[in-house]
Structures are given as C-alpha cells and as structure tokens.
C-alpha cells in the first residue's frame, strides 16, 4: 500500500548552455538549423521529465551495474534501482516510485532572458562548423540554437514509498544519480561543451499517501 508521496524540488542551473532538441518541423531563414524544445503554447523552453529521469538512470545502471546478455542491468545488491524506473519488478505489478515531472524557467530567469535578448526570446543561437581534419578547414557551417547559460530552472521528482520500501535507500540512489549529473551533461553535445548542469536537490514537506 502507498504510505506516503515525498515532493523532491529540482532547482536546476545552465553552466553552459543546453540544447535539448525539439520538433525541426519547420524552418526559418537565418533561423537555427536544430531547434530547442519549447511550451508550444508559450514558446518557453523547458527540461522534459524523461530526459532527466533517462540521464540519471543511465549514470546510476554505469555505475551500480554489469552487462548481462549485452544489456545493462544493476548488480542484484542494488537491484532497488529498478523500483524507482520501473514499473514491475520480478513478475509482481508495482508502481514506478520515481515520478519526473518537467523542469520550467524560473520567473526570475523569464525575466532576465527577455531583457537580455528581447520580448518573448528565451534562446540564443550559435553558429557551430565542422572541421576538416585533412584540410584544416572550416566546412558545413550549421546554427544550432540553446538555452544560456546562466538560465535557472525548478523541477520536481515525486518519490513513492510502499510498505516495505526503504525510503531512505531510494532516497540516496536519487541524490547519487543528482551528483552524477552534475559532473556530467545534458542534452546534446556534450561533449562540445554544452548541457553542463548543476542541480540542488532539497526535499519538501512529505504528504501522506492516499
């Protein structure tokens, strides 16, 4: 049975900036050639849930896990890790305990980035070319547009506790993974740079399960 939901808040600051792509459908001129994910409905870029719960699971299984038959699988004394990603465990129906939700720009950062770079202008766009290493030239230059650094997002991660779970086990998987993530990356391109993240992790008043 549920016994209580813990509320986890994500407050989420760009080092670097973050290209998390979005929908290329269409294109403008003088436009970016890969464009960021945004609210369609505000044009306001934000950190999809599932990007954050894929990347930190990821660095969690790299850490804590072996291959086995070519897939990567925690090591059985953390298979707990599974309870927070996974729906079902071991052929018994179960809940997910970690529940994502999206990561959205602070007011404040709204704010700043308007004023920095115009109404309703959340993003920058940088202008990137592929080196020809035989050459040594500049060749296909591309316009890739990302978040700035600097811009601050606030997320939350909703944990699920059971009877029987170990809330502070799952607990500690979640802010290890956190960690992780901050001397790593997120998005694309990171290893040019981009997505490099620093994440506070504090934990809200608890709300009894229901």
């Given at each position: 049975?549920?016994?209580?939901?813990?509320?986890?808040?994500l407050k989420i600051e760009l080092l670097s900036g973050m290209h998390i792509t979005g929908g290329d459908d269409t294109f403008d001129i003088g436009g970016a050639d890969s464009q960021v994910i945004k609210n369609p409905l505000t044009g306001e870029p934000y950190i999809p849930g599932s990007t954050l719960k894929g990347k930190i699971r990821s660095l969690l299984e790299f850490?804590?896990?072996?291959?086995?038959?070519?897939?990567?699988k925690p090591v059985p004394e953390h298979n707990q890790l599974l309870s927070l990603f996974e729906p079902n465990t071991n052929d018994i129906p179960q809940m997910?305990?970690?529940?994502?939700?999206?990561?959205?720009?602070?007011?404040?950062?709204?704010?700043?980035?308007?004023?920095?770079?115009?109404?309703?202008?959340?993003?920058?766009?940088?202008?990137?070319?592929k080196i020809n290493r035989f050459k040594g030239t500049a060749d296909?230059?591309?316009?890739?547009?990302r978040v700035p650094a600097g811009s601050?997002?606030?997320?939350?991660?909703?944990?699920?506790?059971?009877?029987?779970?170990?809330?502070?086990?799952?607990?500690?998987?979640l802010e290890t993974g956190v960690n992780l993530l901050n001397y790593?990356?997120?998005?694309?391109?990171?290893?040019?740079?981009?997505?490099?993240?620093?994440?506070?992790?504090?934990?809200?008043?608890?709300?009894?399960?229901?």
């Open positions: 049975m549920l016994k209580k939901t813990h509320r986890i808040q850490k804590y896990g072996t291959f086995i038959n070519n897939e990567l997910t305990r970690a529940i994502f939700r999206d990561a959205v720009l602070t007011e404040s950062s709204k704010i700043e980035l308007q004023t920095y770079l115009g109404e309703h202008t959340y993003t920058e766009i940088k202008a990137e070319n296909a230059p591309r316009f890739i547009e601050k997002f606030i997320g939350y991660i909703d944990l699920l506790e059971f009877d029987n779970d170990d809330y502070q086990t799952l607990y500690k998987y790593n990356y997120i998005g694309g391109s990171g290893s040019r740079g981009y997505g490099r993240i620093q994440i506070e992790m504090e934990e809200l008043n608890n709300n009894e399960g229901i």
